[in-house]
């Protein structure tokens, strides 16, 4: 079945390093979504990329689709504690895409 | 807007005992979603449902049901709860598919079973 994978499973920065997580999907996307969920609470939505080769960017927080819209990246510049947490990436699922599967989570923790 | 709410937010059950996690959102959104969230993993899909009275199952749907007579609820019930079904429980909702549209996600329910 279509799979979601992240890597790494978890990173231990300083805080100011930069921080970088990876995310690849065994089949093409017609979309890929970032959640963030700090310690303790529920996922919250970050930004849905769309396009073949898109880069969205949030402040401190750069998000690529790649151009066979198969893998994503989401790049923290100059981490801040902050930004501690699980991040997530997650795509459409089925024919008709009613459901959203999750990659396994990249951990964020920094160290001030 | 109060969002997706979830009651209880913990529950800790006896082997074999049943219970309704309860899910309302008032976004009038069509789409629901129940995950459950194992310690240090990621998202696994119950049960959805893309609207009142139509439901369909997710990759991990065994030991649970669920119902959609409205728009705003979706209960998610456990039969006979087993040790393996310990975890966090998530209700989310969205407007429109996940090909197009994010999802909201409600504060969750911690359940342990002993």
């Known amino acids: 079945g279509q799979q979601v994978m992240q890597i790494p499973q978890y990173q231990h920065v300083q805080e100011g390093e930069d921080f970088t997580t990876y995310c690849n999907s065994s089949?093409?996307?017609?979309?890929i979504q970032w959640y963030k969920q700090r310690p303790g609470g529920h996922p919250v939505f970050l930004i849905q990329?769309?396009?073949?080769?898109e880069v969205k960017k949030q402040k401190r927080l750069t998000f690529q689709f790649g151009e066979a819209k198969k893998n994503s990246s989401l790049h923290i510049t100059a981490t801040q504690t902050t930004d501690v947490g699980t991040y997530f990436c997650?795509?459409?699922?089925?024919?008709?895409?009613?459901?959203?599967?999750f990659g396994a989570g990249t951990i964020l923790r920094v160290k001030s | 807007n109060a969002g997706v709410t979830q009651t209880p937010k913990f529950r800790i059950l006896k082997i074999g005992q049943s219970m309704t996690l309860q899910c309302t959102q008032d976004?009038?959104?069509?789409?629901m979603y129940w995950y459950r969230q194992d310690p240090g993993m990621g998202l696994k899909l119950i049960y959805y449902?893309?609207?009142?009275?139509?439901?369909d199952k997710g990759e991990v749907p065994n030991g649970y049901n669920v119902s959609r007579s409205t728009t705003e609820d979706f209960p998610l019930r456990l039969e006979l709860a087993a040790p393996s079904q310990t975890s966090v429980y998530f209700c989310?909702?969205?407007?429109?598919?996940?090909?197009?549209?994010?999802?909201?996600f409600g504060p969750g329910t911690r359940l342990t079973v002993l």
């Open positions: 449902s893309v609207g009142a009275g139509i439901t």
């Open positions: 990329l769309v396009k073949s080769g």
């Open positions: 976004m009038n959104h069509n789409y």
């Open positions: 997650a795509g459409p699922l089925g024919e008709y895409g009613n459901k959203l599967v």
């Open positions: 089949t093409t996307l017609s979309n």
């Open positions: 989310a909702s969205s407007y429109l598919t996940p090909s197009t549209d994010t999802q909201y």
